[in-house]
Structures are given as structure tokens and as C-alpha cells.
């Protein structure tokens, strides 16, 4: 899924918890973490070493690969939310499991192509990938109508648990 698909679902299942927005970051959490080295990676690439203009080009080398399954794995979830509950309470270690899981359920069916090739969910431990049905980006690309659905879908969601 793309990260405002992960944040809407986020708020729309967990918004009546008192953990809610802590839910929320960590659902949008392992996107972030791996968007932002990999766009430093390109504009240094871009502007520093070849000094030119900077494109967003797919830099599908191997630390990106690495960084995009260690933030897309359970193993570091669970890590995170061990790491809230040492430093702050059981509601947030909750919000950060919660949010963490949601976002890995939502990217297994969805991640079969491009860099991803599928979630590996026990990273580093397991290369073992989940065998996604569709990948999201492409499914979008051929037929956009499918994001209206989902967000239908997500308001629908946000009704029957009592918006």
C-alpha cells in the first residue's frame, strides 16, 4: 500500500484508542524510514557526485533492500515496541505494535513487485518471503478507480466501528 492508504487505515481502526496517533506514526514508520535514506542516497548521487540535475530514479542496489526489509519486518517492530514499553508506558508500546503490524498486514498482499519482491517478515533472520497477490503501485497505475474503493472501503470501515 502507499503511505496516505497505511495513515487513513491506521486512523480509521485504532481511532477510538487512546493509543490512537501513536498507532498511526508507527503504521506510516517503516515507509518513512526507508523513503528518506533512500532520497538522501539519490540527491547525493544527483548533486554531489555527478552535479547535475537531480532525478528520482529506483536505486535497487543492496542497502536499499536491506533497509527496506529491516523496516518492513516484524522482528523490528517487535524491537521498536519493546524498546516504547522500556522508555514509556504499555499504551504506547501498544500503539507501536499495533500501527507496526497493521502497516506489514497491509504491504504483504500488496508487495509482490519492484524492489520489494514480497515482505519478508522475519528479516534478518529469514530471507522467507510472503507471496503477495498484487503489487499496489502497479494495480494503480492500470486501473486508478481502485483508490477510490479503498477509501470507500476505509470510510464504510470508519462508520461501523462508530466514527
Given at each position: 500500500?502507499?503511505?496516505?492508504?497505511?495513515?487513513?487505515?491506521?486512523?480509521?481502526?485504532?481511532?477510538?484508542?487512546?493509543?490512537?496517533?501513536?498507532?498511526?506514526?508507527?503504521?506510516?514508520?517503516?515507509?518513512?524510514?526507508?523513503?528518506?535514506?533512500?532520497?538522501?542516497?539519490?540527491?547525493?548521487?544527483?548533486?554531489?557526485?555527478r552535479r547535475g540535475r537531480m532525478q528520482f530514479t529506483d536505486i535497487n542496489d543492496m542497502h536499499t533492500r536491506h533497509l527496506y526489509r529491516l523496516n518492513?519486518?516484524?522482528?523490528?517492530?517487535?524491537?521498536?515496541?519493546?524498546?516504547?514499553?522500556?522508555?514509556?508506558?504499555?499504551?504506547?508500546?501498544?500503539?507501536?505494535?499495533?500501527?507496526?503490524?497493521?502497516?506489514?498486514?497491509?504491504?504483504?498482499?500488496?508487495h509482490k513487485g519492484g524492489i520489494v519482491d514480497g515482505i519478508r517478515l522475519f528479516y534478518p533472520l529469514s530471507d522467507w518471503k510472503f507471496p503477495a497477490?498484487?503489487?499496489?503501485?502497479?494495480?494503480?497505475?492500470?486501473?486508478?478507480?481502485?483508490?477510490?474503493?479503498?477509501?470507500?472501503?476505509?470510510?464504510?470501515?470508519?462508520?461501523?466501528?462508530?466514527?
Amino acid at each position: 500500500m502507499d503511505l496516505p492508504s497505511h495513515f487513513i487505515w491506521a486512523f480509521v481502526l485504532f481511532h477510538n484508542q487512546p493509543w490512537a496517533w501513536v498507532a498511526v506514526v508507527f503504521c506510516c514508520i517503516p515507509d518513512i524510514l526507508w523513503f528518506f535514506p533512500r532520497l538522501a542516497k539519490v540527491a547525493y548521487h544527483h548533486l554531489v557526485i555527478r552535479r547535475g540535475r537531480m532525478q528520482f530514479t529506483d536505486i535497487n542496489d543492496m542497502h536499499t533492500r536491506h533497509l527496506y526489509r529491516l523496516n518492513h519486518s516484524i522482528i523490528t517492530g517487535a524491537f521498536a515496541s519493546l524498546l516504547a514499553f522500556m522508555l514509556s508506558t504499555p499504551d504506547m508500546a501498544m500503539g507501536v505494535m499495533a500501527g507496526w503490524t497493521l502497516h506489514l498486514f497491509m504491504d504483504i498482499w500488496t508487495h509482490k513487485g519492484g524492489i520489494v519482491d514480497g515482505i519478508r517478515l522475519f528479516y534478518p533472520l529469514s530471507d522467507w518471503k510472503f507471496p503477495a497477490l498484487i503489487w499496489w503501485k502497479e494495480e494503480l497505475e492500470r486501473r486508478p478507480w481502485i483508490y477510490g474503493i479503498n477509501l470507500v472501503a476505509a470510510a464504510i470501515v470508519f462508520v461501523l466501528l462508530g466514527g
